[in-house]
């Protein structure tokens, strides 16, 4: 990406809008990672980046208001040097049941990877990112494996909604690999009611050990699931209170392993 000086930045992220996204449409969404942005409207005509100084990690709205509609790639830069103290999204296109000035319908795909942007920086406050409700309602139809590629450890509902009603039909296998730790609500409808979802890659949550509160609550409730692999859960030991609660609820499964 060009910036207004003339330099250059890589882009890490990518976004691209729907086909038929009318003229004079707004794309909005929300950032509330501190560090220096850099984002590539898609406008083309050699038109520079934006640079989005995020001195603060309050959750931000930021948009742009395209004269001609149409497809448009937009692209994004930079690294967060912190995170919000209680686990506020650090990143997110989809609306939640408080804030809804976010655009998810006219997001159609994405590409590239969350983890360069907002890696996990240490352990402890401010330093580990959160995804919730991030693609949530989204018509995104499969999912980059490096999305969050470099982001370990975790924090409380660190996934909560992150996919939920999106369109996504295929999940990566390597999708978590990073993430080692358990914590509470750390998938929490993730999944949630994702009806083009049919199946689940038998090592998902593979680099999981332990386990924590309420950890898989709701976590494909009202997908599109009709079978579960086996070994799902095979690195999930101990107990944990909710741990399983309605995960799997209004599915249509037609069967459930024996060793589940």
Not at 98 to 120: C, R
Not at 211 to 234: D, V, Y
Request: aromatic letters at 12%; a negative charge.
């Amino acid at each position: 990406m060009t910036l207004p000086d003339g330099s250059c930045v890589d882009a890490k992220f990518s976004v691209t809008t729907t086909s038929d996204m009318p003229d004079n449409t707004t794309f909005a969404f929300y950032l509330s990672a501190q560090g220096t942005f850099y984002i590539d409207w898609g406008e083309g005509n050699n038109t520079p980046a934006e640079i989005i100084p995020h001195d603060n990690t309050t959750e931000t709205l930021y948009s742009h208001t395209y004269t001609t509609g149409g497809e448009k790639i937009i692209r994004f830069g930079g690294v967060a040097t912190k995170y919000n103290a209680n686990a506020t999204r650090t990143i997110r296109f989809g609306n939640t049941t408080n804030t809804t000035d976010a655009t998810p319908s006219l997001v159609s795909a994405i590409s590239g990877s969350l983890g360069e942007m907002f890696p996990t920086l240490d352990t402890g406050v401010n330093k580990i990112p959160a995804f919730g409700n991030t693609f949530t309602s989204t018509k995104i139809t499969s999912i980059p494996e490096n999305l969050f590629a470099g982001i370990y450890d975790s924090i409380p509902y660190m996934f909560q909604n992150t996919f939920s009603y999106s369109t996504v039909s295929t999940i990566p296998a390597n999708l978590f690999r990073d993430i080692t730790t358990p914590a509470t609500g750390l998938f929490q409808n993730t999944f949630f009611s994702t009806r083009s979802l049919n199946t689940i890659p038998s090592t998902l949550f593979h680099s999981i050990h332990g386990s924590a509160n309420n950890m898989f609550q709701n976590t494909f409730r009202e997908s599109g699931l009709t079978s579960i692999p086996p070994e799902l859960f095979q690195t999930i030991t101990g107990s944990a209170n909710q741990l399983f609660d309605a995960t799997f609820m209004q599915c249509s499964l037609t069967s459930i392993p024996e060793n589940l």
